[in-house]
């Protein structure tokens, strides 16, 4: 049994996934930071003493769970950063439904060099 080709009308559908993933992920990102702005203006403080900022995620969530400004911020720019790596991943995705060797190898490259420096910039201190 072989299978169908892939339509242009389904790489269009795939290709609106990927713009909508990338919408949806900034303007969560966009949200998530203006409550951590609000929360600071209204507050007047940060969260933390002095100019203090949290870098690393168990840091940010605990922040984020004690309604913390800076931490609540924090976790915006972490979804921000993020968004395009989701959109890497489903480029991979639409790649493979394509039947493109070769994209699927060099995105699933351009993955692992993310995944790799998301785990230096975490670990490597």
């Known amino acids: 049994?072989?299978?169908?080709?892939?339509?242009?009308?389904?790489?269009?559908?795939?290709?609106?996934?990927?713009?909508?993933?990338?919408?949806?992920?900034?303007?969560?990102?966009?949200?998530?930071?203006?409550?951590?702005?609000?929360?600071?203006?209204?507050?007047?403080?940060?969260?933390?003493?002095?100019?203090?900022v949290p870098t690393s995620m168990q840091t940010i969530l605990t922040g984020v769970i004690q309604f913390r400004p800076y931490a609540i911020m924090m976790l915006g720019v972490y979804c921000l950063i993020l968004?395009?790596?989701?959109?890497?991943?489903?480029?991979?995705?639409a790649f493979y439904r394509e039947k493109d060797r070769l994209y699927v190898t060099i995105t699933t490259a351009v993955l692992l060099i993310l995944i790799v420096a998301l785990v230096i910039g975490v670990y490597g201190k």
């Open 1 to 52: 049994m072989t299978e169908k080709p892939t339509t242009a009308k389904e790489m269009a559908q795939v290709e609106t996934i990927i713009g909508r993933i990338l919408q949806i992920g900034v303007i969560v990102s966009a949200i998530i930071m203006a409550v951590g702005l609000v929360l600071f203006l209204v507050t007047g403080q940060s969260g933390y003493p002095g100019s203090t």
């Open 83 to 93: 968004t395009p790596v989701l959109r890497v991943i489903v480029s991979i995705y």
